[in-house]
């Protein structure tokens, strides 16, 4: 049974789209945040439907409950979300989710 856990997040920057402040925070937070011990394939995205105004995503995963609550608690991760995330990211969508297991 896959007890893993999938944690996306799609957001828009206050930043224009694809300008250096943005594609910064994007580096900044695949390097920052894909170096915390139990982030497992760490990917940044850009999103292109036409369904929704976001602009980017990240996604991870996290091998088990526990994992995700120490990334989450992680110094590395609260500094990022205290002087990057809440300056400037304006909207998001954050997911949580595992394998549907029938």
Known sequence: MNTS??????????HEKDLAAARQFLADGQALLSSIPTVENFQ?????SLKNNYQYGFSMEFESQAAYDAYNEHPVHTAFVKDRWEK???DFLEIDYKHYQQ
């Open 44 to 48: 940044v995205f850009h999103q292109v």
């Open 5 to 14: 856990i999938i944690h996306s997040v799609i957001f828009t920057l206050k």
């Open 88 to 90: 400037e990211v304006v």
